[in-house]
């Protein structure tokens, strides 16, 4: 696919990944290095957490999240550089989940400051196989101006 | 330190994590799994890159930030359960930076539905050696009354 400027997004338009299949052994090592809480790392704890059953923490899901944006979703020129944005998560992801983004462009902003670029801000929601919403992310990410 | 309950919670509380020190290799290894751009896993092609050298991907910092919340900053009875937030990434984190969070208690809001639990809006900012930030999160975490 071509590497997307800021004149290539419009508002409404939709991109949609591959997908990840996410499993315990994941959830446990991804757990033990950035979040290391019961319900992340043991089996036999999560059944009497919160969450009900091992789950994988929000900071893993939204990590797969940016691996299938890069890999195989929005191709823009110069790299995927978000400047922040906002997150939910609305149900646990669980082992053997696979997951799934899709992205839709909510607005198209070019920088009044810098005319060689600017933002786009993108809603990707991160499903599963069920089609269940496991993570809402709403991006800023910057977008150059095709060169002239 | 005594695990902390929804009523131990006030606006203002302020709380500091330990240090983490991210290097080279840990910043390409979680980028070649979750966040491969050359600017996140090539030194020389990063040179040449928005970021102009090496830099972390803000997925990252976001997960050293949620391992030093859960290792060594606030002990909430019965884990760190986010239901979401706002993340922005003001600056790169570089390797060698030293990370450290410090969070405020922006809101302790008891739930009007479910008696045993409310909410905390903490505002936590990560900074590098050098006291610049480098990632503020504001997320709402749950958190369970004392058991009566």
Redesign the interface.
Known sequence: MAELYLEDFAVGQRFISATHRIDADQIKA?AS???????HTDDIAAQT??FKGLAA???HT???T??LL??SDMPIA????????????PRPTRPDDVLQVESEILAVTPSRSRPERGTITVRSETKNQNGEVLQVLTSKM?VWRKPT
């Open positions: 991804f290095r950035f979040d290391p809480q019961p319900f957490s919160f923490s929000g900071w939204a990590a797969i940016m691996s890069v890999k110069g790299g995927l550089i978000g400047a922040g944005g906002e997150i939910t998560w910057l």
